[in-house]
Nanobody
Framework: QVDLVESGGGLVQAGGSLRLSCVASGDIYSNYFGGWFRQAPGKEREFLAAISWSGGGTVYTDSVKGRFTISRDNGKSTIYLEMNDLKPEDTAVYLC??????????????WGQGTQVTVSS
């Protein structure tokens, strides 16, 4: 069992930055990935980025490459999503997840409750 708690969302103007955090507690296995997804109203859940819990390798979806950076702090059992140059279309609920899914939401076994990010124009 892994419990996840996200924080760091909020309201920001276009061009601004936010850093999201996701603190994990429980049994995190070395083959897990920590992932970030987002879901806007009326849209499907969208993969953003994932990081290997053991090796630190990262994967991004093309739409956020160069703007978003995923990182981890194993000692704090935390993954982060640094988001720069935010755009109004980035407005969504952002969720973290742990599991073996990499890009595939359905293969993540554990999810946080989500944090709202709103980008004003």
């Amino acid at each position: 069992q892994v419990d996840l708690v996200e924080s760091g969302g909020g309201l920001v103007q276009a061009g601004g930055s936010l850093r999201l955090s996701c603190v994990a507690s429980g049994d995190i296995y070395s083959n897990y990935f920590g992932g970030w997804f987002r879901q806007a109203p009326g849209k499907e859940r969208e993969f953003l980025a994932a990081i290997s819990w053991s090796g630190g390798g990262t994967v991004y979806t093309d739409s956020v490459k160069g703007r978003f950076t995923i990182s981890r702090d194993n000692g704090k059992s935390t993954i982060y999503l640094e988001m720069n140059d935010l755009k109004p279309e980035d407005t969504a609920v952002y969720l973290c997840a742990f599991g073996i899914g990499v890009r595939t939401a359905g293969r993540y076994g554990y999810w946080g409750q989500g944090t709202q990010v709103t980008v004003s124009s």
